[in-house]
């Protein structure tokens, strides 16, 4: 089932008059028996991954919780402090090997998926949840959930399992535990966060798609360097429209729920720097990254040990070994978790490398910053988004292409085959009319506005809602006429696929 | 200890000093690659291990939250 489509409307539409209207303490269970109804229609099946890997990580969090609680018992009946010392180690060991039994298991069920028979719905982004869930429990960070029906709600939580975002046990288990009243502005606002997404997908990712799917699978004809070098860039929004669409869809319907989820992009494209880009862009991933992976890393015995040796061989430059490590390591695995193929990999390399090299010159940049006299303003500012969006574009070539050789072609043509004039002239004879670049364009434009408001730090819903009604309405109108005359719907195009789904 | 604390800070990040917000992680004034840095040298100067469950958003929030944390490691 996806977002958008009129099964998924009426599920939400039930869903949510059900929730208000049974007593709060079963609220809970309305969203469950509609997050199971939802991914059970959705996949036409019986969801064995998401139980296993479930029932897995809720097994696991129970061991955990009274290893924890037999870990403080043991510890308060030891009066000496080396052998606290000691039975404090034995229980981390023996936690720290069934957290990797664990690990083991889950990941093995999502390259199994993933990679040999058929990709269950939403099984990287249920995997990384429970493993999460499982670290978290560990560090004690929250507590095990004891009920298995509340931890599957909590895994398979209806708006976000396809495509998340990535949530934390610790503070999406409040939001599902508080009572929730119904609110009819919260309502409004979800809804408009709905159709805004929806907008975003139907109106420019769609309308992007007929062009770029195009130009990347036209077949042998040699298309012009500026002919790609458009449609690239176009890449770069369809991709972000696609997915910041989806997660305006996402969580518009759980904000329907009071059920706030965590915000997954913060308008990357206004970056100055690529380290920035990947702060704004899939947020929640990245942090899952960095807490489950470069953390644990490098605060392990075998990234100590190497920390320790890299700082004693190379004083100056061995305190960035670690990070270096982490940084790659993490890169490696983004590329792989998006993609199965080499292009994926070869752009996670592409990424770590960016990172570790301008992080291990950050300093030499401020230095021949200030040599050459730059100062830090709107024009420095403005190059430096240039520049990110320079080496995101660079980027996206390699995953757009259909396969290696034709990111290899793409890159030759950008750089000895560009044929402005040619490019300027045939850019219409992609699928995409001049009318449609047009709408695209205005589109686009609307787009950029409201991106701008929310970068100064601005809600829009909230600057709409104090105009006065006639204004209100005439923009609410507005959009859904713009959606449902301008979008994309049928034909060849299935306009329910999102692009990162299939990650 | 606050003052070796800081020392480390103004080597690694100077901009932590003068942040005075609840999120430097999140807002990107400390990026995961200083902060390691940071709880190198904090182990390295003050003779403490931290753990991974120590390096979270929340004990990285601003200086005062790190001091806090050394102080706690310390303790243990």
């Known amino acids: 089932m996806q977002l958008l489509s009129s099964g998924f409307v009426i599920l939400w539409v039930i869903c949510f008059a059900l929730y208000y209207l049974v007593p709060e303490k079963w609220q809970w269970m309305v969203l469950a028996v509609a997050s199971c109804l939802f991914y059970v229609i959705g996949t036409g099946g019986f969801p064995a991954g998401l139980l296993l890997t479930g029932a897995g990580a809720y097994a696991c969090g129970i061991y955990l919780k009274r290893s924890l609680l037999s870990q403080g018992q043991a510890l308060a009946s030891c009066a000496d402090k080396e052998k606290k010392k000691t039975v404090k180690q034995g229980f981390e060991r023996r936690r720290k090997r069934v957290q990797i039994l664990y690990f083991v298991f889950s990941l093995g069920i999502l390259l199994f998926t993933k990679y040999i028979t058929v990709m269950p719905l939403g099984v990287s982004f249920y995997t990384l949840t429970a493993i999460g869930y499982v670290v978290d429990v560990g560090r004690e960070q929250c507590e095990a959930q004891d009920n298995f029906l509340k931890f599957l709600l909590y895994l398979a939580y209806f708006p976000a399992i396809t495509q998340g975002p990535f949530h934390r046990y610790g503070k999406l288990q409040g939001e599902f535990e508080r009572p929730h009243v119904f609110d009819y502005e919260r309502m409004l606002f979800g809804v408009q966060r709905f159709v805004w997404g929806a907008f975003k997908k139907l109106v420019i990712a769609d309308r992007i798609n007929l062009f770029v799917g195009n130009v990347f699978g036209g077949g042998g004809d040699a298309v012009p360097g500026s002919i790609y070098a458009v449609a690239v860039v176009l890449y770069m929004l369809q991709l972000y429209a696609d997915f910041s669409g989806y997660m305006d869809m996402a969580l518009g319907v759980s904000e329907t729920f009071d059920i706030i989820l965590p915000e997954n992009f913060k308008r990357p494209y206004f970056s100055r720097s690529v380290a920035e880009f990947w702060r704004r862009w899939h947020v929640t991933l990245g942090m899952w990254f960095k807490d489950y992976v470069m953390f644990s890393f490098v605060m392990s015995s075998p990234g100590r040990k190497i920390g320790k040796n890299a700082k004693k061989r190379w004083p100056k430059l061995g305190k960035y070994a670690t990070g270096i490590i982490g940084t790659m390591l993490v890169w490696l695995m983004t590329g792989a978790w998006h993609g199965r193929t080499v292009s994926y990999l070869l752009w996670g390399v592409y990424y770590g490398v960016i990172m570790c090299v301008s992080l291990v010159l950050e300093q030499q940049y401020v230095r021949w910053r200030e040599r050459l006299h730059i100062k830090e303003g709107k024009f420095y500012a403005l190059f430096c988004m240039a520049r990110t969006w320079v080496i995101v574009f660079l980027a996206d070539v390699l995953i757009r292409s259909e396969s290696l050789s034709q990111a290899g072609e793409i890159y030759r043509s950008l750089l000895m085959d560009f044929r402005l004039r040619e490019g300027i002239f045939g850019v219409t004879s992609y699928g995409l009319s001049k009318y449609g670049f047009l709408l695209l364009f205005a589109a686009c434009l609307l787009w950029f506005a409201v991106s701008v408001l929310e970068e100064q730090g601005k809600d829009v819903r909230r600057v709409l809602a104090a105009r006065p009604m006639l204004v209100r309405w005439g923009c609410y109108y507005g959009v859904v006429l713009l959606l449902i005359i301008t979008g994309i719907y049928g034909g060849s195009y299935d306009t329910a696929a999102f692009l990162y789904q299939s990650f | ?76």
């Open chain 2, 1 to 76: 200890m606050e003052e070796k604390v800081l020392e480390i800070l103004e080597e690694y990040c100077e901009e932590a000093l003068d942040y005075t917000g609840e999120n430097m992680m999140e807002e990107g004034v400390i990026d995961s690659f200083t902060v390691i840095n940071i709880v190198s040298e904090l182990e390295d100067v003050f003779d403490i291990e931290v753990d991974a469950k120590y390096v979270v958003a929340e004990n990285f929030r601003n200086k005062e939250a790190i001091i806090d944390l050394v102080k706690r490691l310390l303790d243990e």
